[in-house]
Structure formats: C-alpha cells, structure tokens
C-alpha cells in the first residue's frame, strides 16, 4: 500500500510565526487532502490537492506529484491554528488510501 | 447543507455487546467510507462502498461488518464488541474520479 510521512511530527510556535509541514507519499496517488483535525475532533478540509499550488487566506500547499511530496504553509499563525494536521493520500481505484501520522502544532500566544 | 450526519456521537458498551454506527450523507455522492482512528494516530480504512450495492473490505474490517442501505446510508456493525474496538469512528463520502473526501463529525466508543 501507500506509505505516508509527514514531518516534523510536533511544532511548537510562538503566535505570528510562519511554518512548513511536509508530506512525502511512496506511490503514484491521484488524491491529496490537507486536513486539520481540531480540539474537539472533528476533521476540517484544508486543501484538495492532488497537483500544484492552492492558497486560502493564510494558508497554503504546494503537491509536485511527480516528486511525490506536499507542503502546506501557514503563516502568521494563531492560537486557533494548534491541532493535528493530517495528509491523507488515495488511488480512485480499490482500497488504496492512507493517512500520514500528522503532525501536532501548538501555537503559543 | 448537513454534509455528512453520523448517529450517535457518543455510546459505551460493554464487551460482547453489538451496536450499528449510522452514517448518512446528502450530497449524492456515490462513495462512502467507514474508518477508525485511534489515540495518537491517523484514520484507518476499516469498509469501503465503491457505489450502491457493493462493499469492500479495507485495512482493518475484522470484527465489523457493513450495509450500504440506499445511496445515502451506510452502517457500520460490531456483532459482538471487545475492547480492542474502543476508538473514534468516522464516516465519509466522494463521488468517484479525483473529488475530495467529506467526513462527519465522528463516533466516539468506548468498550468496558
């Protein structure tokens, strides 16, 4: 199957700082989703991402397919930011899917 | 828009007892998924149904089964549940050909 890794496991960051969260997947995959999974749970949709570059206010990725790696860009990070974001990875075809382990960010005020 | 909908939010059992996990979604999506996740960790693929009448096994299905009762519906049961199961459910959707994947809010079960 798919192999997922997403890097740094863990971020601590002082509110207004800038981060890179990095994903690198094993195999071709034609789906690519950005999640954050906040406090409470619930799992937000940041990006559907499979190929090039997307923005949303003050986040941003980046997936180049062909190296196999997404980035997702936060900057001027805020309190409301900490949680666990999740790269999530899948093949249309059959039961190709995976989730990286995330990483946990805890920005500091 | 209720997107994706999974009844209850919360339930505790006791080992050997059984329970369905509904999930229904109302964007007529012809895909549906069941997966688990557990402390500290990423979700895993437990069932999948590619359209209506047909499911398929994924990652971790052994102690589950699965009904994809109409386009909108799809259960997930414990027949008899053990410890092990005590994780957060959830259940998402997609239409097929490179659409993103919704997911509800989650299950939460505990197994004494």
């Known amino acids: 199957g798919i192999q997922v890794e997403q890097s740094p496991p863990d971020l601590i960051l002082q509110e207004g700082a800038n981060s890179t969260l990095r994903c690198n997947f094993s195999?071709?995959?034609?789906?690519l989703q950005w999640f954050h999974q906040n406090p409470w749970g619930q799992l937000i949709n940041l990006f559907y991402i499979p190929s090039g570059t997307k923005q949303n206010g003050r986040l941003s990725a980046t997936t180049v397919a062909t190296e196999r790696y997404s980035l997702l860009y936060i900057s001027s990070s805020q309190t409301t930011d900490s949680g666990v974001y999740f790269c999530?990875?899948?093949?249309?075809?059959?039961?190709?899917?995976?989730f990286g382990g995330g990483t946990r960010l805890m920005v500091k005020p | 828009n209720a997107g994706v909908t999974q009844t209850p939010k919360f339930q505790v059992l006791k080992t050997g007892q059984s329970m369905t996990l509904q999930c229904a979604q109302d964007m007529n999506h012809n895909s549906m998924y069941w997966y688990r996740q557990d402390p500290g960790m990423g979700l895993r693929l437990i069932y999948y149904?590619?359209?209506?009448?047909?499911?398929d096994k994924g990652e971790v299905p052994n102690g589950y089964n699965v009904s994809r009762l109409n386009k909108r519906e799809f259960s997930l049961r414990l027949e008899s549940a053990a410890p092990s199961q005590t994780s957060v459910y959830f259940c998402?959707?997609?239409?097929?050909?490179?659409?993103?994947?919704?997911f509800g809010d989650g299950t939460r079960l505990s197994i004494l």
């Open positions: 195999d071709s995959v034609n789906n």
């Open positions: 149904s590619a359209s209506e009448g047909t499911t």
């Open positions: 999530f990875c899948w093949v249309d075809a059959g039961n190709m899917l995976t």
């Open positions: 998402a959707s997609n239409d097929r050909g490179g659409k993103p994947q919704h």
